[in-house]
């Protein structure tokens, strides 16, 4: 059995308004006041271009339309902004435990 784990990211392809076709990794999902939200950023299957990326976070509304979900954006900018901040925090707090995870032990004497 390998040691590596095989992950494969929840991806998620949007049609905007111009009807251009670009797929988003989903990075979080939370609910917040009775509404879902996901955070995605742009997905490339060439890890040169997401390097190339500006690696700007989308945050996306869901929306049911007759029991389908679509996926929208926030007008409202109070609400946007309350919801980011909810969403770079956590991601920020994922993150952090992962570097802490891979640098070994806490316990000061280790490098």
Do not use: W
Not at 56 to 74: C, F
Request: with cysteine.
């Amino acid at each position: 059995m390998s040691d590596e784990m095989n992950f494969t990211p929840e991806l998620y392809t949007l049609i905007d308004e111009e009807g251009n076709e670009q797929t988003f990794e989903m990075m979080d999902a939370l609910e917040q006041d009775g509404e879902k939200y996901y955070a995605l950023i742009p997905y490339y299957e060439n890890p040169d271009e997401l390097v190339e990326d500006d690696g700007e976070l989308v945050i996306l509304k869901v929306q049911d339309d007759n029991g389908e979900e679509l996926l929208v954006s926030i007008d409202d900018d109070e609400e946007f902004d309350k919801i980011g901040e909810i969403f770079l925090k956590r991601l920020e707090e994922m993150f952090d435990e992962e570097d802490e995870s891979e640098g070994g032990c806490d316990c000061g004497h280790c490098n």
